[in-house]
């Protein structure tokens, strides 16, 4: 089993930055992609931004050149560098990593909790 933390959310003028992680323990063989979505109220959930193993970066149109993903800590840790807030921006974010917990097991999915990014005009 594998268990993802998120840190780093809250409450923030436009304009600003945060800096949102996400940390994955458990039983990890190999961790094939991180990435972070985010669903705005009423709104669906929406991707924003991929780092698959090889390092390959991927982002949403809305927040290219904004955010920027990234790795840390050995691998297990997958940062969004939010720079330039807009209030548009405002929705809870969750991380999701696609996760090999053995060799010979398929991958799969483990999501975040989720955590609130509000941005004030």
């Known amino acids: 089993q594998v268990q993802l933390v998120e840190s780093g959310g809250g409450l923030v003028q436009a304009g600003g930055s945060l800096r949102l992680s996400c940390t994955a323990s458990?039983?990890?063989?190999?961790?094939?992609?991180m990435s972070w979505y985010r669903q705005a109220p009423g709104k669906t959930r929406e991707l924003v931004a991929l780092?698959?193993?090889?390092?390959?970066?991927d982002y949403a149109d809305a927040v290219a050149g904004r955010f920027t993903i990234s790795r840390a800590n050995g691998g297990n840790t997958v940062d969004l560098q939010i720079n330039r807030l807009k209030p548009e921006d405002t929705a809870v974010y969750y991380c999701?990593?696609?996760?090999?917990?053995?060799?010979?097991?398929?991958?799969?999915?483990?999501w975040g909790q989720g955590i609130q990014v509000t941005v004030s005009s």
């Open positions: 999701k990593f696609v996760v090999l917990s053995r060799s010979y097991t398929p991958p799969r999915e483990y």
């Open positions: 780092i698959g193993r090889a390092g390959t970066v």
């Open positions: 458990g039983t990890i063989f190999r961790i094939n992609s």
